[in-house]
């Protein structure tokens, strides 16, 4: 793409009323504009990284055999009172509304209701099980404090899926399989170090939900990390008895600030009793289903990924969610850069190209501030000593490359 | 897609209060689920279908040099009063909701306000125009009744595109490529044949705006046809003196129903005045953008496209925006189909494998009412034959083909 195209501009500033690290940076560097308190627009540059995670997640899902549907914002009252959950005093973060006739209508912030209520069309027999359904969507939280930027939205992106099994021991087949799956997704977006499966209260069906918990000082948990086992407990189940169960050792726990990036959870018939969930098993026999559900903040994962990956000059994107491999500075070369931006485009390789009229101090900070991994610069210069100069976003050092030699360079 | 990892089942009947076609076939084969009126949920099927036609709508805004980008649904008082459209008594299809310390947001139904808001960070010189952004979301309408299906949504998907214009010459060259994109738009998803540009009402800056209008008995609009020049008229601007305006022969043109898929608009200054948008000339003088507004119904198309399209047994899709390519039915040959499946997905045709096990009557009604475009049948009759039956789905004669040349035969 070229950068003249692109309408965003960089800001030296971010709102003033904008206090956390990503939001500044992503509002800075053109990412997202900031509507209000915890409700950000997606510019097209935030657009690439949250289509690259939502792919990332949509992949792992589908390989879990998750089937993707869009579940819908606006929500029936009939349907919450099910399960006793449309009380603003049982939720304490509804977005209410209300259609011309009176009746009023929630915005979703999450989807076990309609789902359960919606299977019921589905599933009948034990030859309708398992499945799984997830959706990537917005969702809605009316947050009273809205102050981590986009990893605590008012309006935000996530991923939810919701699993449904015959019975406890399918239900935990999945649920390992989902482990799996959200441990390649952390990797894969560059969070792997620094992300612990973490062990969280569970609920009526389960001793434990797992929570994916990423170590960053913006963080609002509290979690003690085994660093050998890779594992870690939440606070709020932090007791003596829970570490022995889990067979940790206190001395060796680390206590750190993490924000939570996805969770898993065992439902277990918290929700198909209360909407008659149930399926005819092989004897004949009514059975209720088996319920999971499983959550990744997908604009969460955006904020707590600048959150790591930055310096004083701007963000640091790791290649597999940045949104482009190249950042392309043509410093006075625009023919010769003009041919570099058209080989690599037809190679398939992602580039943005700055072909804008401004002056060089303002490309690299730029270039420095929006994050690519590689920044290749065509200048004068560069074409004396025989080519362009490479360098990678988180290093000091550049070379001098040929021209027909850039795509090899790359890989 | 194996259809034993499909979850959705298909009915024989749509839920009672269901009255628009579209709905009731769409309901019927598992594309959405009602969750009230005015409001579904897409299920996968329907999600692919969704996916293509959005798919289609962008490249076509690329072409125009529109810029993706994601904006919100949470919006502010503050923004909607500039133009006075903030009131219930002038805008009589908001939804509003609350936050915590009680100030109203609205739920958008559209984002010129926003938008107009949000380029005062981006543009200032005119060398920052033109700006063509566009947006493929959810947005929210409180219908008071909602009985069209998804032609008529209380929550549907659409694309907007707005433009940012130095002066009304350079919008006007913007607005006939805009046309162009659109009469691309209807051709590519099959509704080419009965689409019209219309002129209708315009605004303070141009005297008409154009729509596009698709003929068809559940339209709510009424225009007037001229079938040789492929245009129409609105009946809000059905005058003498408009004819006269377009050279339309009154005798000439045929009036029929016929629902509008898209609509493009010149706004002018309408926007820009109120929010203050404008630029520095190069003359260094003060110059409001000139705006205009390009919209598309997303889940609208997929309805009409099933109200067009449709027999007395179900679907019938365009094969651009069908599910599925092909609907590949084992009769008790599960072994040669799972060969055959495997073959067609690794030429990247993309397939739907009726793999369950139920009933030959059961397999054929579903394939009629899902209506994908080509379908296979594997059973020991046609393998005796030869190979396999090969039929379209709007066509009563089917064929035995070789199985290594079933390829072939699609292309």
């Known amino acids: 793409m070229r950068q003249s195209k692109l309408f965003t501009k960089t800001r030296k500033e971010a709102p003033k009323d904008e206090v956390s690290l990503n939001a500044q940076l992503l509002i800075r560097a053109g990412f997202i504009n900031k509507e209000m308190a915890g409700v950000y627009s997606i510019l097209p540059l935030g657009l690439r990284v949250i289509n690259k995670i939502a792919n990332i997640v949509r992949e792992e899902m589908n390989v879990t055999g998750g089937v993707e549907l869009q579940s819908t ?14 009380s603003d005093a049982v939720v304490d973060n509804w977005f209410k509304t209300k259609l011309k006739n009176g009746s009023e209508l929630a915005l979703a912030f999450t989807h076990e209701e309609p789902m359960a209520n919606m299977m019921k069309n589905f599933i009948s027999s034990h030859k309708d099980l398992p499945v799984y359904v997830y959706d990537i969507r917005t969702v809605f939280r009316n947050e009273a404090r809205a102050k981590s930027g986009i990893m605590r939205g008012r309006e935000f992106f996530w991923k939810a899926l919701y699993s449904f099994s015959k019975n406890e021991k399918e239900h935990n087949e999945y649920y390992e399989k989902a482990k799996i799956a959200y441990k390649n997704v952390f990797d894969r977006v560059g969070l792997g170090e620094k992300t612990f499966m973490t062990f969280a209260s569970g609920g009526s069906f389960s001793k434990y939900s797992h929570e994916f918990q990423t170590v960053s000082e913006a963080g609002e948990d509290i979690i003690y990390i085994d660093e050998e086992k890779k594992i870690a407990v939440n606070r709020e189940v932090y007791t003596d008895e829970v570490l022995k169960d889990l067979d940790l050792n206190k001395e060796k726990l ?24 149930k399926y005819k098993d092989e004897k004949g026999e009514d059975q209720f289903v088996f319920m999971g559900c499983y959550g990744i903040g997908i604009s969460r994962l955006m904020g707590v990924i600048v959150e790591l990956f930055n310096d004083s000059r701007g963000i640091v994107w790791p290649e597999a969610v940045s949104p482009f491999a190249v950042h392309l500075l043509s410093l006075g070369q625009d023919e010769e850069a003009e041919k570099i931006y058209n080989q690599l485009e037809e190679k398939g390789i992602e580039v943005l190209f700055d072909d804008r009229d401004v002056r060089a101090g303002e490309k690299f900070a730029d270039s420095d501030l929006i994050g690519i991994p590689w920044r290749i610069v065509v200048s004068g210069k560069s074409l004396e ?22 795509i090899s360079k790359l890989r």
């Open 254 to 277: 680390v206590e750190k600030k993490a924000i939570e990036v996805g969770n898993i959870f065992s439902l277990g018939y918290k929700f198909s009793e209360p909407f008659g969930l």
């Open 385 to 406: 000593k025989g080519g362009v100069e490479i360098k990678r976003r988180n290093s000091q050092e550049s070379e001098i490359v040929a021209v027909d030699e850039i």
């Open 73 to 86: 914002a606006l929500q029936k009252q009939e349907v919450w009172e099910k399960t006793n959950r449309w």
